[in-house]
């Protein structure tokens, strides 16, 4: 392998969607089959990570579609997007990613899985302190107002 290859497949497996909705599960898999010679899955699990995965890709689409700005951090967004799934949780890309972590972890049982969760939980908390901090660099009062009434992760839990 190329030092090109392993500097794209790096960067490959550093975005954030496919860390959580590829590498976790896979990892929790390939971790269940080896040590357990099977893999259990509560199927009424796997209705949240559907659900998440769900939100992640409704709330990305829905986010572009008011044009406001590029994939992950690429650059800051255009537009502050306050409507949709926005107006109920500032972050639910990120709690798409968030759900669909704590359903692999809740449908496998699985160590591995919730160590991904753990890890998933801290590397996006500490994101969206970066976010809010860029964003409201960007929108200034127009942002603060927005945080104020719209929790940051979930309503009536913030």
């Given amino acids: 392998m190329t030092d090109d290859m392993a500097d794209s497949l790096g960067r490959i497996a550093a975005r954030s969607p496919v860390q959580t909705f590829i590498l976790i599960p ?4 390939l971790g ?5 010679r099977r893999i259990r899955l509560r199927g009424e699990w796997l209705l949240l990570c559907l659900a998440g995965y ?3 890709r409704g709330a990305g689409r829905y986010r572009m579609a008011q044009g406001a ?8 967004p255009d537009k502050l ?5 926005y107006a ?3 972050n639910p890309m990120y709690l798409g990613h968030l759900l669909f972590s704590a359903g692999v972890a809740l449908a496998t049982g699985s160590p591995i899985a919730v160590g991904g969760f753990v890890y998933e939980w801290r590397r996006f908390t500490r994101r969206v302190r970066i976010d809010e901090e860029r964003i409201e660099k960007v929108f200034g009062e127009e942002y603060r ?3 104020s009434r719209v929790p940051r992760w979930v309503p009536y839990w913030d």
Avoid: D, K, N, Q
């Fill in 54 to 56: 769900g939100l992640y």
């Fill in 88 to 90: 109920i949780s500032r």
């Fill in 145 to 147: 107002e927005y945080r």
């Fill in 81 to 85: 997007v306050t409507t949709g799934p």
């Fill in 26 to 29: 896979l990892l929790t898999l």
């Fill in 32 to 36: 269940e089959a080896l040590t357990r």
């Fill in 69 to 76: 700005g590029s994939e992950g951090f690429r650059r800051p």
